[in-house]
């Protein structure tokens, strides 16, 4: 079991950019999957993207060449780079770490996109 924290949130206009980081404590984070979850308002928690601890990674469609996913094992932490924003990505993110069949959740940071 891990404890993530989150930062990195806050507001963008529309092709802007933000840049997500997510702490673990805990334990070591090698083996976890490593991601990130979005609820937007009103709307179903959703997938954005995990990593793979053998490297392979997911991207939902709605995100991809928009979005990257990095990992520090060493640092414990995982980050998220998003460019390109648009109204929809406003949402609240959720870092995960799953070791199955245990999953972990972050608080949630907040990410706005508007005008």
């Known amino acids: 079991q891990v404890r993530l924290v989150e930062s990195g949130g806050g507001l963008a206009q529309p092709g802007g950019s933000l840049n997500l980081s997510c702490t673990a404590s805990?334990?070591?984070?090698?083996?976890?999957?490593m991601g990130w979850y979005r609820q937007p308002p009103g709307k179903e928690r959703e997938l954005v993207v995990l990593s793979w601890p053998a490297g392979s990674i997911n991207y939902a469609d709605s995100v991809k060449g928009r979005f990257t996913i990095s990992r520090d094992n060493m640092k414990s932490t995982v980050y998220m780079q998003m460019g390109n924003l648009r109204p929809y990505d406003t949402a609240v993110y959720y870092c995960?770490?799953?070791?199955?069949?245990?999953?972990?959740w972050g608080q949630g940071t907040r990410v706005s996109v508007s005008s």
């Open positions: 995960y770490a799953l070791l199955v069949p245990n999953g972990d």
């Open positions: 805990g334990d070591d984070i090698t083996p976890y999957a």
